[in-house]
């Protein structure tokens, strides 16, 4: 699954949440600057090899909706072996 379809169902979660839940303007962009920031680290620790952090659905919504703590979340988890 390429970055680009990962990036774009992220979007699409976050902006379902908005209408689901009604949330403000100011925190839909708030939410989608961190999910942003989340993939490009992401991408950036596959990149150099550090760990390796499959692509898949379950970790683009991790990182989509927690954003940089789901990238945390998500080196932690590749470091004790979970995923």
Avoid: E, R
């Amino acid at each position: 699954m390429n970055y680009l379809m990962i990036i774009l169902i992220a979007l699409a979660v976050i902006l379902l949440s908005k209408f689901l839940f009604h949330v403000d303007g100011s925190k839909l962009i708030a939410l989608i600057i961190n999910a942003v920031i989340g993939f490009a680290i992401l991408w950036l620790i596959n990149y150099t090899g550090l760990v390796s952090i499959p692509l898949n659905i379950i970790t683009s919504l991790v990182v989509g909706i927690l954003g940089l703590p789901g990238v945390v979340l998500l080196i932690i988890l590749a470091l004790l072996g979970v995923i």
